[in-house]
């Protein structure tokens, strides 16, 4: 069976959507937004946008899950006392005394122009961890245990050279369309 490249899966970062960190939240919207109605080359569209710092290096990533979360920043205040409350174990009765204790939602969407405007990306974007980079001349099976041992939904992936430069984004969504083709041509 052929090896399989992170290189040959990943987006190249010239493709993906970008904000600056100093971007709002409504232009990380729209720039998602614009990623996800324009990008044809896969059907699974963009969920994340990156961040670039003031000399365009990549500084952090924005998702879907961020951006909902930057809307009630009551999420954020109150990270660490809700992950301690919950110890792990989430149910319907626990989310729903979390959200009537906390109050969160308590106006929901109200004034969403306005608090996508004056939100900074800086301010809610995700720093990602020493364990979300892989090379790109890593075989797939290193980038599925990276996806599986850290339980993301995509890695940034580095040169193959000593440099680091960030060139390209692994998606989870294309490693599992990779996976399925190749297991639609086994001959069982």
């Known amino acids: 069976m052929k090896n399989y490249y ?21 232009e990380a919207v729209m720039a998602l937004k ?7 080359k896969n059907k699974y569209a963009f969920r994340s946008v990156l961040v670039l710092g ?4 990549i500084v952090g ?21 809700i992950e301690k409350l919950s110890g792990g174990y989430i149910d319907s009765g626990f ?12 106006k929901p969407l109200d004034d969403i122009c306005k608090k996508a405007s004056a939100k900074k990306v800086k301010d809610f974007m995700y720093t990602p ?8 001349d890593k075989t797939l099976d290193h ?14 992936v580095t040169a193959a050279e000593k440099d680091n430069k960030i060139v390209g984004i692994l998606r989870l969504s294309d490693v599992f369309k990779k996976i399925c083709s190749m297991i639609e041509t086994c001959n069982i």
């Open 95 to 106: 989310l729903e005394s979390i959200r009537s204790q906390y109050d969160f939602w308590n």
């Open 129 to 136: 961890s020493e364990g979300e980079y892989i090379k790109e």
């Open 61 to 81: 990533k924005l998702s879907q899950f961020d951006i909902l979360k930057a809307l009630e920043p009551k999420y954020i205040e109150n990270a660490s006392e």
């Open 143 to 156: 980038g599925i245990h990276h996806f599986l041992m850290g339980k993301h939904h995509s890695i940034l």
């Open 54 to 57: 003031s000399g365009g290096e």
């Open 6 to 26: 992170v290189k040959d899966i990943m987006i190249p970062i010239s493709e993906y959507a970008s904000v600056s960190e100093d971007a709002t939240l409504f």
């Open 34 to 40: 614009k990623a996800q109605n324009s990008y044809t």
